[in-house]
Structures are given as structure tokens and as C-alpha cells.
T-cell receptor, first 113, second 114 residues
Framework: GQQLNQSPQSMFIQEGEDVSMNCTSS?????WLWYKQDPGEGPVLLIA?????ELTSNGRLTAQFGITRKDSFLNISASIPSDVGIYFC?????????????FGKGTLLTVNP | DADVTQTPRNRITKTGKRIMLECSQT?????MYWYRQDPGLGLRLIYY???????NKGEISDGYSVSRQAQAKFSLSLESAIPNQTALYFC?????????????FGDGTRLSIL
């Protein structure tokens, strides 16, 4: 089946630093979604990407849909303590079951004040 | 008020008990989903439903059943709970048209089976 590989698995950074994480697959995806999960809460959609090469920002967050359609990147600039959480990439299955999402295993981000 | 509400938020129970987790939504979405989350494994799909008359198994449906009582309600049951079903469970919804609609999640139910 389709799999999404996220890296790194975890990151420990200082407040104010920029962060970069990525998601790759051996399969082509037509949509990339980035979610954030705060402790004790459900995942919340951050950014949705629908076109290869697309670069989309949401505040300090920027995500890109890779040209090959097999990868996506999420960058966070000038990190703050509330950026702590688990970041998931996700994409719909190809073909007739494209309403089902495949999730990566997540990147755990810790920000030291 | 939350758009996707899950009850209970936490539950501790014993092996062999029947458990029902409830999910209700005010988003008006047709599609609803149940996932479980385990440390290091991400989110895995248990069941999904396109509408009240449509129920489908996900990748890990064994040991679970679901009921779509109305467009806004989708419940997950564990008929006879076992310890390896201890996990965080999430309900999600998405719009019914188009395949690439993002899913919106509830805040989860933390289930512990002793």
C-alpha cells in the first residue's frame, strides 16, 4: 500500500530557530495535507496543497508540493514555544479510494524557550 | 462549540467489556471516519462511512464495529475489549463531494483496557 515517510522523527530546537521537515513517498500523490497535533487534542489542518510545485504559506508556516508529486516540505520560521506538537503529513489514496487518507508517522517538535 | 465532538474523552475499562465511543458533528459533512493512534504508528483507519447507508472497513477493522445513526452521528464499538486495543481514538469528517477534501478531527478518546 501507499506509505508516507516523514523525517525527522523528532526535533529539539531553540526558540527563534527555523524548522524544516519533509514527507516522501514512492507513490505519486495529487494532494498533500499538513496537520499539527497539540498534546491532548486531535490533529488540526495547517496547510493543504493541490498542485505540483505549489508553495503555500499560513503565517510562519510554509509548505511546498514537490515537483515529482512524491514529496512535500513544511517549514516553520522563527519558532515559538506553542509550535510544540506532532506534525503529520497526509495524502489521499490514488484511484477510486481517494477519499481515504494515508498519514505519515509524524515529526515530534520540541521548542526550548 | 467544537465542530466534531467525541465522548467520552477518557475511559478505563476491563478486558471483555463492551465499549461504545460516540462522535457527533455540526459541520454538515457526509463522510465520517474512525482512526486509532498508537505511539510511533501514526493514525490508522478503522472504519469510514459515506452516508447513513454506507459503511466500509478500513485497514484495521477486526475487533471493531460501527453504527451511523444519522448524518451527524457515527459511533465505534468494541464488542469485547482486549488490552491491545488501548489507544487514542479519533473521529474525523470530510465533505462528501470530491476526493481530496481535508478531514477534520475531534479531540479524541483515550481508551485504556486493563
Amino acid at each position: 500500500g501507499q506509505q508516507l515517510n516523514q523525517s525527522p522523527q523528532s526535533m529539539f530546537i531553540q526558540e527563534g530557530e527555523d524548522v524544516s521537515m519533509n514527507c516522501t513517498s514512492s507513490s505519486i500523490f495529487n494532494t498533500w495535507l499538513w496537520y499539527k497535533q497539540d498534546p491532548g487534542e486531535g490533529p488540526v489542518l495547517l496547510i493543504a496543497l493541490y498542485k505540483a510545485g505549489e508553495l503555500t504559506s499560513n503565517g510562519r508556516l510554509t509548505a511546498q508540493f514537490g515537483i515529482t508529486r512524491k514529496d512535500s516540505f513544511l517549514n516553520i520560521s522563527a519558532s515559538i514555544p506553542s509550535d510544540v506538537g506532532i506534525y503529520f503529513c497526509a495524502g489521499p489514496h490514488s484511484g477510486g479510494s481517494n477519499y481515504k487518507l494515508t498519514f505519515g508517522k509524524g515529526t515530534l517538535l520540541t521548542v526550548n524557550p | 462549540d467544537a465542530d466534531v465532538t467525541q465522548t467520552p474523552r477518557n475511559r478505563i475499562t476491563k478486558t471483555g467489556k463492551r465499549i461504545m465511543l460516540e462522535c457527533s458533528q455540526t459541520k454538515g459533512h457526509d463522510r465520517m471516519y474512525w482512526y486509532r493512534q498508537d505511539p510511533g504508528l501514526g493514525l490508522r483507519l478503522i472504519y469510514y462511512s459515506f452516508d447513513v447507508k454506507d459503511i466500509n472497513k478500513g485497514e484495521i477493522s477486526d475487533g471493531y464495529s460501527v453504527s451511523r445513526q444519522a448524518q451527524a452521528k457515527f459511533s465505534l464499538s468494541l464488542e469485547s475489549a482486549i488490552p491491545n486495543q488501548t489507544a487514542l481514538y479519533f473521529c474525523a469528517t470530510s465533505e462528501g463531494t470530491g476526493g481530496n477534501q481535508p478531514q477534520h478531527f475531534g479531540d479524541g478518546t483515550r481508551l485504556s483496557i486493563l
